[in-house]
């Protein structure tokens, strides 16, 4: 697959505009869908970024530890996480990344049967995987999903060339990341289509 190196960012709570991203390199974003209205993507952000043509892509995460929850786990937050991306317009067909955000592979926890659950209840084509390095590789070494963001935590300075999108720096209250007062993480795309999408 072609790679390509496009700049984005991603957070949680808070407002930036597309002129603000512009104005700072960045030309897609990662936003969240989750039972939390107030850190989530609304359909009218989606409409001004789309018509600013500024890209999104989609992560899932109700609870940082919930790929412990194992294959039905995975199951529900998938079919729900794509029932709340169709309300604010992501395009059928479109993948979200699934978070896994604490350091599973040191903890030991096998994050397969939650992929597993969360690719036969929405097909593979639409589930990725957020997660560090060794977490991340024993998803794709079972081609469990198709979609995957590296996050530069939890990967011991090493990347995984399978990934479609690297976090290659993350805020950190020594190291304060904001773009418009808004605290965020830097991106790097490594593919052409990363699961970005624009509402028609």
Not at 137 to 157: E, G, L, M, P
């Amino acid at each position: 697959m072609e790679t390509a190196h496009r700049e984005g960012v991603d957070w949680a709570y808070g407002n930036i505009s597309p002129e603000a991203l512009k104005n700072a390199g960045k030309d897609f974003i990662i936003r969240y869908v989750s039972s939390d209205p107030s850190k989530c993507l609304s359909a009218s952000e989606a409409r001004i970024y789309s018509q600013a043509g500024i890209d999104m892509a989609l992560v899932f995460e109700d609870q940082a530890g919930a790929a412990r929850g194992g294959y039905s786990q995975g199951e529900h937050d998938a079919r729900y996480a794509h029932e709340l991306a169709r309300k604010i317009g992501m395009p059928d067909g479109r993948p979200i990344y699934l978070a896994v955000d604490f350091d599973a592979a040191s903890e030991g926890v096998d994050v397969r049967p939650y992929f597993r659950g969360a690719a036969a209840a929405v097909g593979r084509d639409r589930v990725g995987i957020y997660a560090g390095l060794h977490t991340l590789q024993q998803v794709a070494n079972d081609d469990i999903v198709d979609w995957y963001w590296q996050t530069y935590a939890w990967s011991h300075h090493q990347w995984d060339e399978r990934a479609h999108i690297r976090q290659v720096l993350i805020y950190l209250p020594e190291n304060p990341i904001k773009i418009a007062r808004v605290p965020v993480d830097y991106n790097k795309s490594r593919k052409i289509d990363f699961g970005q999408w624009k509402v028609s």
